[in-house]
């Protein structure tokens, strides 16, 4: 499985910004999608995960009610939208791919930077 992020940019604090990520190549053994942010001096963190089947969802609760994780299955597609967005999410987000329910381990993608101003 291949993954291509993007959607980041500079936003304001209290903005709003939607980052999406492509899948291909062997896309049929998708189990889950999911999404995590490594800050500057901190270690890598889960944000938001969606079950690509039942499209079942899960965040980190720093996000809840800010942030949606959704799926297009046709287009293979995950998106993150983040709303009221907050300095503390200025981050590298990467996208990763589950297959077959064996963990977010060896499928990510390459990053897309998020900045959020005060």
């Known amino acids: 499985v291949q993954l291509q992020a993007s959607g980041g940019g500079l936003v304001q604090t209290g903005g709003s910004l939607r980052l999406s990520c492509v899948a291909s190549r062997g896309t049929f053994s998708i189990y889950r999608m999911g999404w995590f942010r490594r800050a500057p001096g901190k270690e890598r963190e889960f944000v938001a995960a969606i079950y690509w089947g039942g499209g079942s969802t899960v965040y980190t609760d720093s996000v809840k009610g800010r942030f949606t994780i959704s799926r297009d299955n046709a287009s293979r597609t995950v998106y993150l939208q983040m709303n009221s967005l907050k300095p503390e999410d200025t981050a590298l987000y990467y996208c990763?791919?589950?297959?077959?329910?064996?963990?977010?381990?060896?499928?990510w993608g390459q990053g897309t930077q998020v900045t959020v101003s005060s």
């Open positions: 990763a791919a589950d297959l077959q329910g064996l963990g977010f381990r060896d499928y």
